[in-house]
């Protein structure tokens, strides 16, 4: 060590006795700053980490963490932007691609990630126990915010792309369980005639048996809610033991008919009118639920009995109606009066109507403010 040691020394000298000492600086300053222009072309590890993350934030909704890469590795300087796909179209393994290096040897370079996206979505969970076999109300499941691996969501819970509502449970469920779709039966519980219905029968509990059935093979228009046949007619005549869909029936409504007859211009009376079911097919338009709603209306045209009732068949009762003896008042700035004065139109409320005023004969305009009365217009 002391002959290297003075070896060394002996080459240090001869080398300062050749060289100035401002040359000596420059030569050890190149030297430095080759090696440091030699570290600067290797890509760091962390700009292909944050390229990973960006794509994952942007494309895929969460953070991405990639699997570290050894410590050893080195890949050339990226002229242009790192490039992230999918290759495998899932979000397990990206691929990081660099077009175009500074070093010429290796023009370019590409490797793939391992990664894990935690993203932050809605996914449903149970609010109350649910038995086994049970169906799902939604009294009794809440969209709750969840974070974590995008593979969880996707492989493991039901996310707000999905209504687990109506669907039957294999096993029972407590409250809290984020549900998944190895919860859900592959059967469901669907309705089958009991005995031969008839045409146009209103649909009672006593003609339906249940039956549970593929949910694989169950037509789309099946039905699984009761309460969506109870009180519904049949369309058809459908034989026992027909599973029933939404072919087989039709609803109606509980809605005001004529109870007779009603001639153009009949002021409706509480007598006139009645409720009645009508077939949702022989509805044309939003018809009354009520039929004191109607007492006082005046139709437009001869009405038949049992029609079900429409706006374009009535019209509410003038409160002025042409010929009728009615009262004009005159604002006035301190006071107020009123006079007799007969209408010569009809009128309802807020409408303009020309009447005589009694005894001068004059005609003035007024403006219908309730039942036989206006108020004189300027």
């Not at 040359?23 to 080759?34: C, E, I, P, Q, S």
């Not at 980490?49 to 895929?60: G, H, M, P, R, T």
């Not at 093979?217 to 005549?237: C, D, E, H």
């Not at 006079?339 to 004059?362: H, R």
Request: with cysteine; aromatic share 6%.
């Amino acid at each position: 060590m002391t002959y290297l040691g003075s070896n060394n020394n002996k080459w240090q000298g001869f080398a300062a006795a050749l060289i100035p000492g401002k040359w000596l600086a420059t030569v050890v300053f190149l030297g430095l700053a080759t090696t440091a222009s030699h570290a600067a072309q290797w890509q760091a590890h962390e700009d292909i980490y944050q390229a990973v993350n960006a794509f994952s934030q942007q494309q895929l909704g969460g953070h991405a963490s990639a699997a570290k890469l050894d410590e050893r590795s080195r890949y050339a300087l990226c002229k242009t932007s790192l490039q992230v796909t999918l290759p495998f179209n899932n979000q397990k393994t990206v691929k990081v691609v660099c077009d175009e290096t500074y070093n010429s040897n290796k023009p370019n370079w590409s490797l793939y990630l391992s990664i894990k996206v935690k993203i932050s979505t809605k996914a449903w969970r149970l609010v109350s126990d649910i038995a086994e076999q049970g169906t799902i109300s939604a009294k009794q499941v809440a969209l709750v915010a969840y974070t974590g691996n995008s593979t969880d969501i996707s492989n493991t819970l039901i996310s707000s792309d999905t209504n687990p509502i109506g669907k039957q449970v294999k096993r029972q469920l407590n409250s809290g369980h984020w549900l998944s779709p190895k919860d859900f039966s592959h059967l469901h519980l669907l309705w089958r005639a009991a005995k031969d219905i008839p045409q146009g029968q209103v649909i009672a509990t006593n003609h339906l048996t249940a039956s549970k059935e593929s949910i694989h093979t169950s037509s789309p228009n099946v039905i699984t809610n009761k309460n969506q046949l109870l009180g519904q007619l049949a369309k058809r005549y459908i034989k026992a033991g027909k599973l029933l869909d939404k072919n087989d029936v039709q609803g109606q409504q509980r809605v005001v008919i004529s109870r007779q007859a009603l001639a153009m211009g009949r002021e409706l009376i509480a007598q006139d009118l009645t409720m009645a079911w009508v077939p949702d097919h022989k509805l044309r338009q939003t018809e009354f639920m009520r039929t004191e709603a109607l007492v006082g209306w005046v139709t437009k045209r001869y009405i038949a009995s049992d029609t079900p009732l429409t706006k374009d068949m009535l019209r509410q009762a003038y409160l002025v109606t042409k010929g009728s003896q009615v009262r004009l008042q005159i604002n006035l700035k301190d006071y107020q009066i009123s006079s007799q004065a007969q209408a010569l139109s009809n009128g309802n409320l807020g409408d303009k109507v020309n009447v005589k005023v009694m005894p001068s004969g004059l005609v003035k305009w007024g403006l219908v403010i309730a039942k036989g009365q206006l108020e004189l217009i300027n």
